[in-house]
């Protein structure tokens, strides 16, 4: 039996006494490194050419070989997982689509219902998994038309920067709120400059509560808040999106843009000391405030021990609370 996918994503199965040569036909190709031609693929073999040629199509629809485009029937082999999850990301993806309209069924007959017959009832589904977060997000992004606001806490949300560079390419509205610390990092740094780039609006502030993502003002994606595996929760309430607007809008008019992705904390640093002052003055140790504000410990205590010495404080807590006296004063 050979696994295959239709044009809809649907798996689809075949039975036939040329299943051996399919197998034979990709060991080929990965000794060789590649088909060549089918004529000297079948030579080598032993075997027919129509054979050769009916085994690479199978091959090909499986994700087992890729068409060398630009060298003729140039054909090679994939590795066996990365065609694995290539099937399975394009079944998850199609599961999400009728998962997506079947919920619009349901909205639209709900609309037949009347008055207090639970049409705003919360709608909530827990998804755990990398592929499945995955399926779902990509048919939640190519379901998008409008806008995409995005909070980005850090530490649990993979990287969707292809994601929301792509749905800008559509025409799409993407704004994202992310931590102040992302500016000391490299590697996140690139990544956010990528993103301006293309069109996207990225601003900072120093602490965002939960990693989010609100589709299209109505569908909003809440993301867990362990580092183990992938999970969201995903939530069709108008209720609890209008929520995430007003909080997203709250965080936005007290956020940073980035202009020019310039390192460090530079042009955010007021703003940052205000935050460790106001945690510092409520007694929190070093490590909770920079765990807190997403931060590492040594660039946190780097930050309070400017602030001890501009206020000539003597202690943690002295200097915490005068230094959030001075910038309520200020503020």
Partial sequence: MTLTTSSTGEFTGRSSADGDHVTDVYRYAARKGAIEAIEVAAADLGIGAAEVREAVRHLVESRLLRLDHGLGERYVPVDPELAAASLVST??????????????????????????DGSDRTTVEYLAGTMEVRGFLKTA????????????????????????IALVARGVTVRVICQHRNRADVPTRMRM?????????????????????????????????????????RVHNQGIAQFFLDLFNHLW???????????????????????????????????????????????????????????????????????????????
Avoid at 96 to 116: K, M, N, S, V
Avoid at 208 to 221: G, K, N, Y
Avoid at 301 to 315: K, P
């Fill in 193 to 233: 400059k990528r993103l301006a780039d293309a069109g996207a609006a990225v601003y900072t502030v120093s602490h965002v509560p939960r990693s989010a993502i609100v589709f299209d003002r109505s569908l909003v994606v809440l993301f867990g808040v362990e580092d183990a595996e992938a999970n969201v929760a």
């Fill in 91 to 116: 079944v998850e993806r199609e599961i999400y689509r009728r998962r997506e309209l079947i919920d619009q069924i349901r909205a639209r007959i709900g609309l037949f219902g009347g008055e207090g």
């Fill in 141 to 164: 992004s190519d379901a998008c038309r409008d806008e995409v606001l995005v909070l980005q806490a850090g530490g649990v949300v993979e990287d969707l920067s292809e994601t929301y």
């Fill in 253 to 331: 008019e007290m956020a940073t843009p980035l202009e020019g992705i310039d390192f460090g904390y530079a042009g955010v640093a007021d703003d940052l000391q205000q935050s460790i002052a106001a945690l510092m003055a409520k007694g929190y140790t070093d490590e909770v405030v920079a765990r807190k504000l997403g931060m590492s410990v040594r660039s946190c205590r780097r930050h309070i021990a400017t602030m001890m010495r501009d206020l000539d404080a003597t202690s943690r807590f002295q200097a915490g609370v005068q230094a959030a006296r001075t910038f309520l004063r200020t503020g």
